[in-house]
């Protein structure tokens, strides 16, 4: 088992059963809930029962789904909790992806103002990226994790044997987080899995520590996303706004792959802005391409796409942030762009050739 601290809680990575019996030795809770939705309770809840077994436990099943990521759902939570007379040293673990990790913390950290939690990813997205961070919320109102907090978990419990169930496209999108992470700040990485054709052989055990390991640096240095911490957020201020355009149509976009459509134009705007070498930007294009396929955008939603990165949480007045790449592996945070040349990115990407089916 690996384990690194983030705070004042501890990432393990390995093997589920021993991970919790690790955890729970020595804490004494007067009662465990476990949330899943109906997905993980098929799939990940019969690997992670016999690892709770000689404490019992209270199962909440809610709806899977970003659809059901909101108040009406966290009432459902607070009224299972309620019912159950949960105390405030009753245990949550949120068994799931990051709909459940997201908003399993955010109501265990409201209920009677705050019991523990523990975060145990089961997707790709959630293991890299949601589980780690401390940041917790719902959707209110069609915008996303408008209404949310920061509070950091007891222990997050990361196996990637969950991932085994984990469709293709799912897994898909939760790496285009580790293809961020390491373009943001681990070059070696970045050139080890550019030439990684295939996900399904995919050593998942080696590549999510090393990819959450940049995560907890630039965490740890910035936990509440004051300034180094927006490095994150690489190909997803345009990424985000092709993701909320294509929520509202017959073929929405997972995260993952609205974030590689980002991660290209903001490599173009890196290159114009910050002299990202051809190459690299050669590189990331013909990479992302190959895995993601060529998600259309159209010219028609640029003033769409405009409008909601104008509105994105993450911008300091009127101007529209970036963290871009000077170089593969490296970040430099509080970039702008004007229209023109946001539009210049989406026209790069709009005339890339579709890359022939593999
Ligand atoms: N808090 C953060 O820092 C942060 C960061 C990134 C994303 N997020 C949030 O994470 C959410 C997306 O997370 P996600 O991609 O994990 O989506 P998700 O939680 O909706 O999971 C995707 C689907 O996979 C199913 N599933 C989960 N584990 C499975 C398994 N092992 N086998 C089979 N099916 C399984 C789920 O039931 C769901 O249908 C978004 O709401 C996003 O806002 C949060």
């Known amino acids: ?9 501890h990432i393990h990575i390995g093997p589920i059963g021993p991970s919790v019996s690790a955890f729970l030795k020595g804490r004494h809770f007067s009662q465990l809930f476990v949330l899943v939705d109906e997905n993980t309770k098929a799939h990940c809840w ?22 059901h990521k909101n108040i009406a759902t966290c009432q459902l939570i607070w009224e299972q909790l309620m019912k159950a007379s949960a105390a405030r040293d009753a245990l949550l673990i949120n068994l799931g992806g990051g709909v459940i990790g997201d908003m399993g913390g955010f109501a265990a950290s409201t209920f009677k103002r ?19 961070g401390g940041k917790l919320g719902i959707d209110f109102m069609q915008v996303k994790n408008s209404i949310g907090l920061f509070s950091d978990p007891q222990a997050v419990l990361i ?41 399904d052989t995919a050593e998942w055990s080696e590549i999510i520590p090393q990819s959450l390991l940049v995560k907890q640096r630039i965490v740890a240095a910035d936990p509440f996303e004051k300034g180094i911490r927006k490095a994150l957020n690489f190909g997803h201020t345009i990424g985000h706004a092709v993701e909320g355009i294509a929520l509202e149509t017959d073929t929405p976009l997972l995260h993952g792959e609205a974030i590689a459509v980002g991660m290209i134009c903001e490599a173009w705007l890196s290159h114009k802005k910050l002299g990202l070498p051809q190459e690299t930007l050669h590189t990331i294009t013909n990479y992302l391409l190959r895995v993601y396929g060529k998600p259309a955008i159209h010219k028609t939603d640029y003033t769409a796409y405009l409008q909601l990165m104008g509105n994105d949480k993450k911008n300091e007045g ?4 970036f963290s871009l790449l000077p170089a593969a592996g490296q970040v430099e945070v509080n970039c ?13 990407y709009r005339q890339l050739p579709s890359p022939a089916p593999s």
């Open 336 to 348: 702008t762009a004007t229209q023109e040349q946001i539009i210049g990115a989406l026209d790069y």
């Open 1 to 9: 088992m690996q384990t690194l601290a983030l705070g004042s809680y």
């Open 159 to 199: 196996d990637p044997a969950f991932l085994r169930t984990l469709s293709g496209r799912e897994i898909r999108s939760g790496y285009a987080e580790i293809l961020k992470h390491s373009l943001i700040a681990d070059a070696g990485q970045w050139g080890r899995l550019n030439t990684l054709a295939q996900l």
């Open 114 to 132: 705050g019991i523990p939690f523990i975060q145990v990813p089961t997707t790709l997205l959630s293991q890299v990226d949601a589980s780690i």
């Open 46 to 67: 019969p690997a992670f029962a016999p690892a709770l077994s000689g404490y019992p436990s209270t199962l909440i099943e809610i709806p899977a789904g970003e659809t």
């Open 318 to 321: 009127q101007a529209i942030n």
